[in-house]
């Protein structure tokens, strides 16, 4: 190829932001990391020209001029990249599609594309490059045994518009779960084994970046507490505040999470995931105490972290009751920014196995796979009954009398919470506006046909 290679990474939009100035607005969403990742990891004999493209901030221009498409793909935003998908390779653009969803899913997303990477890209995306530009392009990449974090990556953070998002400050230590949660889609798509960037690339990409308030994106920081409490050591020295995901197990452990608070921890999210012992013990996340919730909240509060709580609604113990027993526990607990999701069974998860096995999932649209529409039928109330409670909770757990008591019970991060709450409570009685999918309560929809 004589001139530059022209390539266009984008993040396709899914139904949260169908509407422009939608549910979060552009000031509460942080930056992407993986299209900035694959960005720096472009082989540097490669003369390459790189855009990149967030629907979730602003239009992805049709008529793009590119000689390669890549785009990450999670199940909720499919439809939209298959959509974008034809539409170039309709002007002879190849398009490459990678990201959780094709991996939980290869095949079928195969036929929407020139080339698939299937796992974590670091190794495979240079080759795709190189065999592209020499003419040679294969219409599968994998991930190969042996897959490490080893070399370093800075991602190239200067091809966003940081006035765009929250903050660009974002960054990962670890990817993947040492849990097997029958819900989630890391033990299928990435296997259970944490797969860990050495603790000095971490600090050298912030001090890189100067960040002085991050967002750590790992699905669990404490999933090997000897290799967290290395990185929270070195990030002690850095003065730096920064925002995570735990499990609960952190309350077992106080001397990590004494190391946490003074490495600059000033807020986690939690996945509570249900009151009910039935539900944690037939999913597998047996581990979580709900007996035990509270004073978990009051300890980190105790700490000044604030908590960002998510609970599912929808699996098999799971009744109109205990919906609300649940939106009343998040304000009594002085949750500071309680999160609902509705039980989604991503394709390959056991629990879409298991739901499949039993003919309970009556539909593939992957556009209504997003964690706020039901996809299935509940075990013990009817769809309209779920659907119709996980609004009900949003909304109470939104309220104005119920935001004041979370935050003033918390008394953690209060600036920080009250523009986050006011952010959800607009999201929270809005669900018909942005979560309306061409389909609403009552309506059935029909059956249609790597981090999600």
Not at 98 to 114: F, K, N, R, Y
Not at 248 to 269: Q, Y
Not at 297 to 316: E, K, T, W, Y
Request: charged share 25%; glycine share 6%; hydrophobic share 40%.
């Amino acid at each position: 190829m004589n001139r530059r290679l022209r390539i266009a990474l984008l993040s396709p939009k899914g139904p949260l932001y169908r509407h422009r100035g939608g549910v979060f607005r552009r000031s509460l969403r942080y930056a992407p990391l993986t299209l900035t990742t694959l960005a720096a990891i472009i082989p540097l004999g490669l003369d390459a020209d790189v855009q990149i493209y967030d629907e979730g901030i602003e239009d992805i221009p049709l008529g793009i001029e590119a000689d390669l498409v890549g785009m990450t793909v999670i199940t909720g935003t499919a439809m939209r990249a298959y959509e974008l998908a034809r539409s170039f390779r309709a002007r002879n653009i190849p398009v490459v599609l990678g990201g959780p969803h094709v991996t939980l899913v290869p095949e079928e997303a195969q036929q929407h594309a020139d080339a698939i990477v299937v796992g974590y890209a670091e190794q495979t995306w240079p080759k795709l490059l190189l065999d592209f530009a020499a003419g040679r392009l294969e219409s599968r990449y994998e991930q190969q045994p042996g897959f490490s974090l080893s070399e370093p990556v800075f991602p190239a953070r200067h091809l966003l518009d940081r006035r765009r998002y929250l903050t660009v400050d974002v960054f990962e230590a670890t990817r993947s779960c040492a849990h097997a949660c029958e819900f989630c889609v890391a033990p299928t798509a990435w296997g259970r084994k944490p797969i860990q960037k050495p603790v000095e690339h971490v600090v050298e990409d912030i001090r890189r970046q100067r960040a002085r308030k991050l967002i750590f994106i790992d699905l669990n920081l404490i999933a090997d507490k000897l290799y967290a409490a290395r990185l929270f050591e070195a990030l002690v020295p850095l003065d730096v505040s920064w925002f995570g995901l735990s499990t609960t197990l952190i309350a077992h452990d106080l001397p990590l999470l004494e190391l946490m608070v003074r490495s600059g921890c000033r807020g986690l999210l939690l996945g509570f995931e249900s009151i009910s012992t039935d539900n944690l013990r037939a999913s597998r996340k047996g581990f979580n105490s709900p007996d035990a919730y509270r004073e978990l909240v009051a300890l980190l509060h105790r700490h000044a972290i604030s908590v960002m709580g998510c609970f599912v609604f929808g699996m098999d113990h799971d009744t109109p009751e205990v919906i609300e027993r649940t939106a009343r526990f998040v304000v009594d607990a002085h949750i500071d920014l309680p999160r609902f999701a509705i039980a989604t069974p991503f394709p390959g998860t056991p629990f879409y196995q298991r739901l499949d096995r039993d003919r309970r999932i009556f539909t593939c649209n992957w556009e209504l796979y997003d964690g706020q529409h039901v996809v299935f039928q509940p075990a013990q109330m009817s769809i309209e009954e779920l659907q119709a409670g996980h609004e009900r909770a949003w909304k109470y757990a939104y309220r104005w009398r119920s935001i004041a008591r979370r935050i003033g019970g918390s008394r953690t991060q209060v600036p920080i919470a009250v523009t986050a709450n006011l952010g959800y409570r607009f999201y929270a009685y809005r669900l018909h506006e942005f979560y309306n999918c061409d389909w609403t309560i009552g309506q059935l929809p029909s059956a249609a046909f790597g981090r999600q």
